[in-house]
């Protein structure tokens, strides 16, 4: 499995913002996709899920009603659409991919980096 993640950037708060993941490597109708971000001094935290097979969503109450994650099939890509963007949304975000039904993300992208300026 392979994801690719890109979209990130230098925005000013209150902007959006769309970051993509791009998976590869196999079919993902039984996986469960997400971002997670880490900004500096912290350690990484989840943002949002995805089911890949039903599209059920999941997020954290940080972002709840700002970011929404969605995913297109035919491109095998996950979005993650960005609104109302604050400073302390600035973090390196990452996507990651688990099967369904096991404990832990073991898969990850690279990684882009999202800056909220004030």
């Known amino acids: 499995v392979q994801l690719q993640a890109s979209g990130g950037g230098l925005v000013r708060a209150g902007d959006s913002l769309r970051l993509s993941c791009a998976a590869s490597g196999r079919a993902f109708s039984n996986y469960r996709m997400a971002w997670f971000r880490q900004a500096p001094g912290k350690e990484r935290e989840f943002v949002a899920r995805i089911i890949w097979s039903d599209g059920g969503t999941y997020y954290s109450d940080s972002v709840k009603g700002r970011f929404a994650i969605s995913r297109d099939n035919a491109k095998n890509t996950v979005y993650l659409q960005m609104n109302s963007l604050k400073p302390e949304d600035t973090a390196v975000y990452y996507c990651?991919?688990?099967?369904?039904?096991?404990?832990?993300?073991?898969?990850w992208g690279q990684g882009t980096q999202v800056t909220v300026s004030s």
């Open positions: 990651a991919a688990k099967r369904a039904f096991t404990p832990n993300y073991d898969y």
